[in-house]
DNA sequence: AAGCCTTACAACCGCCACGGG
DNA sequence: CCCCGTGGCGGTTGTAAGGCT
C-alpha cells in the first residue's frame, strides 16, 4: 500500500496528475519550444511554465537525452564502438566519462549501446566485459605487474576523463540556454592563437586545479605537481575571470586542459621517455605531443578500425565474425599498453 | 496468422555530490 | 557546520518492434 520510496525521501513524479512513460511529440515540442524560448532554467519549475504534466526530472532526461538539438542519433560507428570499448576497460561503468569522449552521444545511449550490443559481443568472443580480461585468463596470467601498469595508467586516464567532463559542464553551464547547441565555432574561436607565454608559478592556475584536483586526488596526491603549471597565458588570466575558460584554452591551442609539464617538473612517477618507448615504441623526441595524457588517450582512440580495414564499412556488425579486426584492435589497443611496459619502468 | 520470444532503447528510480542559505 | 534543493549519474525496468516457431 505505501510505497516503499515514501519514507525520507521526497517524491519526484508521483504527484497526483504528473504523467509518466513515454513523451508524446505534442509534450516535446512544448519542451523544445519552451527551452528554446527561455532556456530550462530550473527544471523543478520548468514543467508548470512550460504547461507540462511532467515532473522536473522527467522534463530534464527528455531533453538531455533525446530532444537537445546536438546530440547524434543513429547507428554508431566502428570507430564509435571501438572508443566506447577501449574507454570503458579503462574506466568502467563510467558512461558519462565516456561519453565525453563521443560528444554527441549521451551517457544514456552508449550505457543502452553497450548494454545490449557491445557487452553481448565482447563475451562471444570470449572477454569478460567486465574485467575485459579473456574468460580463461590465460592471456594476462603471469602479467600482474603489468596489469598493474595498465591500471595506473587507467587512474591517469581517469583523472584527465573527469577532469574534461568538468570542463564540459562548466562550459554548458556558462552558457546562454542555448549556447551549448548553437554553432561550436561560437564557443572556440578560430582566430590566430596568442603567443604561448609561460607566466611562472605564482598565477598557478587554480582553475586546473579545481578541474583536475579533485579527481587525482582520488588516485595521486602528487598529481599537481606534474601538471598544469605555466601554461597559462595573461589572455587565458582574463579570460579565466570572465569566466570563459573552455574558449581560452582552446584559443592557447590547448584542447586538453591537463597539461602535463616534464620540463618544469621531473615527475617521479613516471617520465614521458618510458611512456613514449614503452607506449609508441620510440622515444620521447619523436613522440608528437609531451602531453602524455593526450597521448595516451591518443594511442588507445586512435587504434581502432579505420586503420586500414575499411572502417565503418562492417557496421551492420552483431554478426560475430564482427569485425572490423574488433579482436585484434582491441588486443592491441589493450594489451600492448601492458606488454610492452619494461620491467626497469621507473614507475614501477 | 497468431502467439511467444528476443532485442533495443526510452524512461524511471534511487543515490550521491554539490552549492547556497 | 548543517540542512535542503537541485542536478547528475548509473542501474534497472517497461514496452514497442521485429523475429521466430
Redo the contacts with the bound molecule.
Keep these: 500500500m505505501v510505497s ?2 515514501t519514507m525520507g ?2 517524491p ?2 508521483e504527484k497526483i496528475g504528473l ?5 508524446t511529440s505534442e509534450e516535446d515540442d512544448k519542451l523544445l519550444s519552451y527551452i528554446q524560448q527561455n532556456g ?6 520548468l514543467p508548470l511554465n512550460a504547461g507540462l504534466q ?1 515532473c ?3 522534463c ?3 531533453w ?3 530532444l537537445r538539438p546536438d546530440i547524434k ?1 543513429g547507428k554508431f560507428t566502428s570507430q564509435e564502438e571501438h572508443t566506447i570499448i577501449q574507454l570503458h576497460a579503462l574506466l568502467g ?5 565516456i561519453a565525453t569522449h563521443l560528444q554527441k552521444r549521451t ?3 552508449i ?3 553497450w ?3 557491445l557487452k553481448k559481443r565482447l563475451a562471444n568472443m570470449g572477454i569478460d566485459p567486465v574485467t575485459h580480461k579473456p574468460k580463461n585468463g590465460t592471456l594476462l596470467s603471469g602479467h600482474s605487474k603489468n596489469s598493474a601498469n595498465l591500471s595506473h595508467m587507467a587512474q591517469w586516464e581517469n583523472a584527465r576523463l573527469e577532469a574534461e ?1 568538468r570542463l564540459v ?1 562548466q562550459s554548458k553551464l556558462r552558457s546562454p540556454a542555448l549556447d551549448s547547441f548553437q554553432a561550436q565555432d561560437s564557443e572556440f574561436p578560430s582566430g590566430p592563437s596568442p603567443v604561448h607565454k609561460p607566466v611562472g608559478p605564482s598565477p598557478y592556475p587554480d582553475v586546473l586545479k579545481g578541474w583536475i584536483g ?1 579527481a587525482w586526488e582520488k588516485t595521486s596526491s602528487s598529481f599537481l605537481e606534474h601538471v598544469g603549471e605555466g601554461i597559462l597565458t595573461d589572455e587565458l588570466e582574463r579570460e579565466k575571470d570572465s569566466g570563459n575558460y573552455l574558449a581560452a584554452l582552446r584559443d592557447e591551442g590547448i584542447d586538453n586542459p591537463v597539461q602535463f609539464t616534464p620540463e618544469l617538473h621531473e615527475p617521479p612517477l613516471f617520465s614521458t621517455e618510458w611512456a613514449s618507448e614503452s607506449m609508441l615504441g620510440h622515444t620521447s623526441e619523436h613522440v608528437p605531443s609531451d602531453n602524455f595524457a593526450e597521448t595516451f588517450t591518443d594511442l588507445l582512440l586512435n587504434n581502432s578500425c579505420d586503420e586500414g580495414d575499411g572502417g565503418e564499412s562492417d557496421n551492420s556488425n ?1 554478426s560475430d565474425g564482427d569485425s572490423c579486426e574488433g579482436n585484434r584492435n582491441y588486443w592491441d589497443s589493450i594489451l600492448n599498453l601492458v606488454n610492452s611496459s619494461p620491467s626497469d619502468s621507473p614507475i614501477f
Excluded: F
Excluded at 530550462?40 to 519549475?45: F, I, L, P, V
Excluded at 561503468?93 to 566519462?97: D, E
Design positions: 516503499k520510496k525521501r521526497t519526484c513524479c504523467k509518466k512513460g513515454p513523451w530550462h532554467g530550473s527544471w523543478r519549475a511532467r522536473g526530472k522527467s530534464r532526461l527528455r538531455t537525452n533525446y542519433r561503468n563510467r558512461w558519462s566519462a551517457d544514456n545511449e550505457k543502452n549501446y548494454n545490449t550490443h567532463a559542464k579533485g552483431g
